[in-house]
């Protein structure tokens, strides 16, 4: 019962999340078509009907709560430094849970209202989920599931380190950009390639240098 406590507020915004999603299901016609998928120009190109859209959000955040609060259950990482998985896993479930429920929403808010006209606010929220993942991720211990998984980070705990370091500042930079992108550079098609570039290249990065880590570490020891 102790532990469940530590993921109260992780607990709310499930609770949170199905009244909403209740509320919408009265709001929403049979024939309503909710927005799953968007491309890489911010534009939506998957759809599913009314239940499924109503569901898929909601049924995310709850096997994502049950992943994350039952990690000390079935991972065999959790023991070699679970003191930091318990400081790290409730903040973490919280930020995911919210973010996912937030785009689960924003998805019936189309599927009832349409698009929000002059900003593009499918990269608003993403780019708030990054700026919250670079908060969190130089804090977590080396796991095969959460953070930035190379065969290299894995292999070394310092290269993990660093590259967990670097990826939190690239993280929020890009997260930054999407924001940016979101509210301000809808009209301009040079900027918003500039600025998609940017973004993919802060959040893909962190993994190319964790191989540049190993290279140069292979090299001190040969």
């Known amino acids: 019962m102790s532990r469940i406590k530590k993921y109260k507020w992780a607990l709310l915004v499930l ?6 999603v209740l509320w919408f299901a009265t709001q929403l016609p049979a024939d309503a078509q909710v927005p799953i998928h968007w491309n890489y ?3 939506i190109d998957g759809w599913t009907g009314r239940t499924a859209g109503l569901v898929w959000g909601l049924g995310i955040n709850v096997f994502m709560f049950l992943l994350l609060f039952m990690f000390h ?17 409730p903040p973490l479930t919280t930020t995911l849970l ?19 006209p002059g900003i593009k606010l499918i990269l608003v929220l993403i780019g708030f989920l990054f700026v919250f ?33 670097l990826g939190g500042w690239l993280f929020v930079i ?22 998609t570039v940017l973004a993919f290249g802060c959040l893909l990065y ?13 090299n001190k020891d040969s």
């Not at 919210?98 to 929000?116: D, I, M, N, P, R």
């Not at 890009?174 to 600025?195: D, N, R």
């Not at 962190?206 to 540049?212: A, E, T, V, Y």
């Open 133 to 165: 993942l670079g908060n969190i991720l130089p804090k977590v211990p080396k796991n095969t599931m959460i953070g930035i998984r190379t065969p290299w980070t894995i292999a070394n705990e310092l290269i993990w380190e660093k590259t967990h370091r």
């Open 15 to 20: 609770v949170l999340h199905l009244a909403a």
């Open 73 to 89: 259950w079935y991972s065999p990482w959790y023991k070699r430094n679970a003191e930091r998985f318990e400081n790290i896993l």
């Open 206 to 218: 962190p993994s190319l240098h964790s191989f540049i880590l190993f290279k140069k570490s292979r």
């Open 98 to 116: 919210s973010c996912f429920a937030a785009l689960s929403l924003y998805s019936l808010y189309v599927a009832k209202w349409g698009e929000v």
């Open 174 to 195: 890009g997260g930054l950009i999407l924001i940016i992108k979101g509210l301000f550079l809808t009209g301009s098609s040079l900027l918003q390639t500039i600025t």
């Open 41 to 43: 120009q911010s534009q």
